[in-house]
């Protein structure tokens, strides 16, 4: 059997879908099965061992007539596999047309009905309710494909290759390493980096070998500079610095993350380790860090969660800007060892 299931992106996104691929896996060992994902993400899923291969897809490619050649040889190659079941987990026009013409023998997709893409399915799965988490709806397709759902699997593999290659490069001194996530795709999902100052100030004061790895990619390298500054000696800025599977295995040896609303807090909520998220405009029973709802920080307010990009509040960026770094601090320290 060969299936393709489609979740091009983001980092978040694509994390939350891999248990489907994993219970797919489980119940059909022999299945041969393919992933369409945006290139600039393909590192995270090339060489799983659930997996026969990796297709990606570059958008800014699509929108050039010069590469169109390419990209009909790439749909001719897709076409040949002759798909026994394509699975579109991404729910937009254009991944819902993708799939329709790799013309697999059975197309099924996420009834997502702003961009009418559940017109291409043979079975569009909605979403239970509007709070129904984002991992739950993909798995919410397995049934329908008579696949059960279980969490006795790896969500993320151990690659002790980048892991090693991390140890070397960086040379982690301690076991208390704590990682922070100042960055995110919206600005109003940060939490303000004087906060995240402030809460390196207090976790130093209350463990004399806490050390602050700090995230981000190469737009957050001013942020995290900021943030820095708090305890240079304590801290390692990685923003900019770090390939995308890098980043996973410095969180999966870190004790902890505290994160805004974005990619790493999901890798994190995979691999299992404690999350303390601080939220705004985004809801977490929707999108927050799987399995640990419970540790989400938000300032209550009337218009959060809004769900939009921009903040129209009368104190603009309030539902973040309130949570102070003591509360965040108290949360860490639940989950740390007592000193």
Same mark, same amino acid.
């Given at each position: 059997?060969?299936?393709?299931?489609?979740?091009?992106?983001?980092?978040?996104?694509?994390?939350?879908?891999?248990?489907?691929?994993?219970?797919?896996?489980?119940?059909?060992?022999?299945?041969?099965?393919?992933?369409?994902?945006?290139?600039?993400?393909?590192?995270?899923?090339?060489?799983?061992?659930?997996?026969?291969?990796?297709?990606?897809?570059?958008?800014?490619?699509?929108?050039?007539?010069?590469?169109?050649?390419?990209?009909?040889?790439?749909?001719?190659?897709?076409?040949?596999?002759?798909?026994?079941?394509?699975?579109?987990?991404?729910?937009?026009?254009?991944?819902?047309?993708?799939?329709?013409?790799?013309?697999?023998?059975?197309?099924?997709?996420?009834?997502?009905?702003?961009?009418?893409?559940?017109?291409?399915?043979?079975?569009?799965?909605?979403?239970?309710?509007?709070?129904?988490?984002?991992?739950?709806?993909?798995?919410?397709?397995?049934?329908?494909?008579?696949?059960?759902?279980?969490?006795?699997?790896?969500?993320?593999?151990?690659?002790?290759?980048?892991?090693?290659?991390?140890?070397?490069?960086?040379?982690?001194?301690?076991?208390?390493?704590?990682?922070?996530?100042?960055?995110?795709?919206?600005? *109003?999902?940060?939490? +303000? !980096?004087?906060? @995240? /100052?402030?809460?390196? %100030? =207090? #976790?130093?004061? &209350?463990?004399?070998?806490?050390?602050?790895?700090?995230?981000?990619?190469?737009?957050?390298?001013?942020?995290?500079?900021?943030?820095?500054?708090?305890?240079?000696?304590?801290?390692?800025?990685?923003?900019?610095?770090?390939?995308?599977?890098?980043?996973?295995?410095?969180?999966?040896?870190?004790?902890?993350?505290?994160?805004?609303?974005?990619?790493?807090?999901?890798?994190?909520?995979?691999?299992?380790?404690?999350?303390?998220?601080?939220?705004?405009?985004?809801?977490?029973?929707?999108?927050?860090?799987?399995?640990?709802?419970?540790?989400?920080?938000?300032?209550?307010?009337?218009?959060?969660?809004?769900?939009?990009?921009?903040?129209?509040?009368?104190?603009?960026?309030?539902?973040? *800007?309130?949570?102070? +770094? !003591?509360?965040? @601090? /108290?949360?860490?320290? %639940? =989950? #740390?060892?007592? &000193?």
């Amino acid at each position: 059997m060969k299936i393709l299931i489609l979740k091009p992106s983001s980092l978040g996104d694509v994390v939350q879908a891999i248990p489907v691929l994993r219970l797919i896996k489980r119940h059909l060992p022999a299945a041969q099965i393919y992933w369409w994902i945006e290139t600039g993400l393909a590192p995270l899923l090339e060489g799983d061992p659930d997996l026969a291969g990796v297709v990606r897809f570059d958008r800014r490619r699509w929108a050039t007539p010069a590469n169109w050649n390419q990209l009909w040889r790439d749909v001719q190659w897709l076409r040949a596999q002759r798909f026994d079941w394509v699975i579109d987990l991404q729910c937009l026009l254009r991944s819902g047309a993708f799939a329709w013409i790799a013309d697999g023998d059975f197309l099924i997709g996420l009834d997502e009905k702003r961009e009418g893409a559940r017109g291409f399915y043979d079975v569009a799965v909605p979403r239970a309710s509007y709070h129904t988490h984002a991992v739950d709806w993909y798995l919410s397709v397995l049934p329908r494909l008579g696949v059960p759902v279980h969490w006795n699997f790896d969500w993320l593999p151990h690659s002790p290759a980048i892991a090693a290659a991390v140890r070397e490069k960086w040379k982690p001194d301690t076991d208390l390493w704590i990682a922070l996530q100042p960055g995110a795709r919206w600005t *109003n999902k940060r939490w +303000p !980096a004087t906060h @995240f /100052a402030e809460l390196i %100030r =207090l #976790l130093s004061s &209350r463990y004399d070998d806490a050390r602050f790895a700090i995230l981000g990619g190469s737009d957050d390298i001013a942020l995290a500079d900021s943030i820095v500054s708090a305890a240079p000696e304590r801290c390692l800025n990685l923003a900019g610095r770090t390939s995308l599977l890098e980043m996973v295995e410095w969180l999966r040896l870190s004790r902890l993350l505290v994160t805004n609303d974005t990619g790493p807090m999901h890798v994190a909520a995979a691999l299992r380790m404690p999350v303390v998220a601080t939220l705004g405009p985004t809801d977490e029973r929707r999108t927050g860090p799987y399995g640990q709802l419970d540790r989400v920080v938000r300032h209550p307010l009337p218009c959060a969660p809004c769900m939009k990009s921009r903040c129209h509040y009368s104190l603009p960026m309030e539902c973040l *800007n309130a949570i102070s +770094p !003591a509360e965040v @601090f /108290a949360r860490v320290e %639940r =989950l #740390l060892p007592t &000193r």
